[in-house]
């Protein structure tokens, strides 16, 4: 089962770092099949990860996650640890990493935090930051005109059901995750592109029910910046951009806050 998600006051009461940069990358979807991605992050982990006093992972961190005991799989194993461990040597660096779980590794839990140093982080969740209310989501809670995938992601969230998948075979779990990425992608390539994007009477439903200044999000691929304006409020919707091996290289982007200042910057290879 997953781990109970940190709550609003946890995140907030934390003791400021000395380092005072907040980190935000998402849907790197790490895979075995992806060398070229896993080594940026484990580049980026060694390196630029290390400047700042908290990273936030949005979700979908892994392509696929079939339960913690991953880890103990001998086919993606190697690699699995590799993350983890370079997780973990980034907290006892003095980095604090933050973990959200995406729609790709939602069974994400608490044998994998402990083994990262992550702490869960709840999905939405709401933090101050430089005197500003920040909602932090994945972002599929967002795209609701999808209603297959949102009937979908209620069936996969229920905790029994979880408790059941995670009672298969660990090998039984890994056909089915496979055999769920290749329809995920043939029903993907099917839809209207709006479909798959946020609906904005869900974004203006969530960002008042949190009285938000900043909503950070992922999942759509999508990255950019969104003014949204409501009644007596004004927000701005910031779309991280997911991480992609394209023209032999890694196309890789975070999100900076330090001191009420935000700014873009690439992900860099340390090669």
Same mark, same amino acid.
């Given at each position: 089962?997953?781990?109970?998600?940190?709550?609003?006051?946890?995140?907030?009461?934390?003791?400021?770092?000395?380092?005072?940069?907040?980190?935000?990358?998402?849907?790197?979807?790490?895979?075995?099949?992806?060398?070229?991605?896993?080594?940026?992050?484990?580049?980026?982990?060694?390196?630029?990860?290390?400047?700042?006093?908290?990273?936030?992972?949005?979700?979908?961190?892994?392509?696929?996650?079939?339960?913690?005991?991953?880890?103990?799989?001998?086919?993606?194993?190697?690699?699995?640890?590799?993350?983890?461990?370079?997780?973990?040597?980034?907290?006892?660096?003095?980095?604090?990493?933050?973990?959200?779980?995406?729609?790709? =590794?939602?069974?994400?839990?608490? %044998? /994998?935090? $402990?083994?990262?140093?992550?702490? @869960?982080?709840?999905?939405?969740? +709401?933090? !101050?930051?430089?005197?500003?209310?920040?909602?932090?989501?994945?972002?599929?809670?967002?795209?609701? =005109?999808?209603?297959?995938?949102? %009937? /979908?992601? $209620?069936?996969?969230?229920?905790? @029994?059901?979880?408790?059941?998948? +995670?009672? !298969?075979?660990?090998?039984?779990?890994?056909?089915?995750?496979?055999?769920?990425?290749?329809?995920?992608?043939?029903?993907?390539?099917?839809?209207?592109?709006?479909?798959?994007?946020?609906?904005?009477?869900?974004?203006?439903?969530?960002?008042?029910?949190?009285?938000?200044?900043?909503?950070?999000?992922?999942?759509?691929?999508?990255?950019?910046?969104?003014?949204?304006?409501?009644?007596?409020?004004?927000?701005?919707?910031?779309?991280?951009?997911?991480?992609?091996?394209?023209?032999?290289?890694?196309?890789?982007?975070?999100?900076?806050?330090?001191?009420?200042?935000?700014?873009?910057?690439?992900?860099?290879?340390?090669?």
């Amino acid at each position: 089962m997953t781990e109970s998600a940190a709550t609003v006051d946890q995140i907030s009461d934390q003791t400021p770092t000395p380092r005072t940069q907040r980190l935000f990358i998402s849907d790197l979807h790490l895979d075995p099949d992806q060398p070229e991605i896993l080594a940026h992050f484990l580049a980026f982990l060694r390196g630029r990860a290390r400047s700042a006093g908290e990273l936030y992972i949005l979700g979908d961190l892994f392509d696929a996650w079939i339960g913690d005991d991953a880890l103990d799989d001998p086919q993606v194993a190697s690699d699995y640890r590799r993350v983890t461990a370079s997780l973990r040597a980034l907290h006892e660096a003095g980095t604090r990493c933050w973990l959200m779980q995406g729609n790709r =590794d939602f069974l994400l839990g608490r %044998r /994998f935090a $402990r083994a990262s140093g992550c702490r @869960l982080l709840g999905d939405p969740s +709401l933090v !101050r930051m430089a005197d500003q209310s920040i909602l932090l989501m994945h972002g599929d809670l967002l795209c609701t =005109d999808d209603i297959a995938y949102q %009937r /979908f992601r $209620r069936r996969v969230r229920n905790p @029994l059901i979880q408790k059941l998948f +995670l009672l !298969r075979p660990r090998q039984q779990r890994l056909r089915i995750a496979a055999d769920y990425r290749g329809r995920s992608r043939a029903a993907t390539a099917a839809k209207q592109r709006a479909i798959m994007d946020v609906n904005p009477r869900a974004v203006i439903k969530y960002i008042a029910r949190y009285q938000a200044d900043r909503l950070i999000h992922g999942h759509t691929h999508r990255p950019g910046d969104h003014p949204v304006s409501l009644a007596q409020h004004q927000c701005l919707r910031q779309v991280l951009a997911d991480w992609r091996y394209a023209d032999g290289k890694v196309q890789a982007e975070l999100l900076v806050e330090e001191k009420g200042r935000w700014w873009r910057e690439p992900v860099r290879s340390a090669v």
